[in-house]
């Protein structure tokens, strides 16, 4: 009979054979019991290449949405951002427009209807696109139940943030969220990430990604925002949900308001899509068949996940570089994610 770490390791183990990506990290606690914490694999499928540890960081894509949400959710407590209040109240340039008339809420659950391609604009470009953008369906027309997910949102969060608190998102995320929950190894690509520590995320045509970020509208656009673009390591990622999992504590200082918590993490829509407040939630694409129920997420697409459960005291940090050196289809890094959810919840 094999025990949980033999199962997870298999799982891993094979997943690098079959070159679903090259290394691996991944810690697991359930109810604050260190159940997996390793590191396997090589930055690259060269075995001269350096030998992930514990410690690496990786570029964690997506995840960055969350943390970008949960330094909202602080705002949104002590009444400097209104879930309810439309977006142009915020950003007065984009004006009496489909966006502009969007709200704060329908950013934090995807419902605003606006998907547009980020990675051909710049700056400039964005918030002129943005101004004139006509939207699915007009907010507050019944769209509210239909989640779009998109990087627009995020990306609008983020604008929020730094025009309500004046202040440059990388330095309101490090003094409100970052540094209170002793996440000191996690911070947007700059010229204190040693490039060469971090596994790469894609050989392209014109060079190796390794060390910047890999998402091409954060990278064009040129400074932190809000929907990719942070770097992070798994005990970092564990201290996040630690706080989560604790319902907006960590190590005895609350962090978040328990309401604002279990607000978060549960369902705000009624469609086929569960999301809470920038969470994801009970999605078998990526927690497989048996996850317990009101279990958030967040994925990244160069391979990072983070799960939770509340009242199983779940938390799963998974960092993977599976970008490199080319995309392949994100359903093979799926299958991982639902086998190892599906092995977890069975020990639950």
């Known amino acids: 009979m094999l025990t949980l770490e033999e199962k997870i390791d298999q799982i891993l183990h094979k997943a690098i054979a079959d070159h679903v990506f090259p290394s691996v990290v991944v810690k697991l606690e359930i109810k604050d019991q260190v159940l997996y914490e390793k590191a396997l694999g090589n930055f690259t499928y060269d075995k001269n290449s350096p030998e992930v540890t514990i410690d690496t960081v990786y570029d964690i894509a997506s995840v960055t949405k969350i943390i970008v949400a949960t330094g909202a959710l602080r705002l949104i407590e002590v009444d400097e951002i209104d879930l309810q209040q439309t977006i142009k109240t915020y950003l007065p340039t984009l004006g009496d427009s489909f966006v502009g008339n969007c709200t704060v809420y329908s950013l934090l659950t995807h419902t605003s209807g606006v998907n547009i391609a980020l990675s051909k604009c710049s700056d400039k470009e964005l918030v002129n696109l943005l101004s004139v953008l006509s939207g699915i369906s007009a907010p507050g027309s019944g769209f509210d139940d239909n989640v779009v997910y998109a990087n ?51 050989l392209d045509e014109r060079e190796v990604v390794q060390g910047i970020v890999h998402d091409e509208s954060a990278r064009k656009i040129g400074r932190a925002v809000g929907h990719a673009g942070l770097f992070s390591s798994v005990q970092d990622l564990n201290n996040f949900l630690s706080m989560w999992t604790n319902e907006g504590v960590f190590e005895e200082k609350r962090f978040l308001e328990k309401k604002t918590v279990h607000q978060a993490v549960s369902n705000k829509v009624s469609g086929d899509i569960s999301v809470g407040l920038g969470w994801h939630l009970d999605n078998s694409v990526y927690l497989g068949k048996c996850a317990p129920v009101n279990t958030f997420f967040h994925p990244g697409f160069t391979g990072s996940l983070i799960v939770g459960n509340l009242e199983q005291g779940i938390r799963l940090s998974f960092l993977s570089n599976r970008t490199y050196p080319k995309r392949l289809d994100p359903k093979l890094k799926n299958q991982v994610f639902q086998n190892l959810m599906n092995t977890i919840s069975s020990e639950v």
């Open 152 to 202: 627009v949102n995020s990306y609008l969060l983020g604008e929020i943030i730094t025009a309500v608190t004046k202040q440059n998102l990388s330095d309101f995320l490090t003094k409100e969220v970052l540094g209170p929950l002793n996440m000191h190894s996690t911070k947007f690509s700059d010229e204190t990430l040693l490039k060469k520590s971090v596994p790469p995320t894609e």
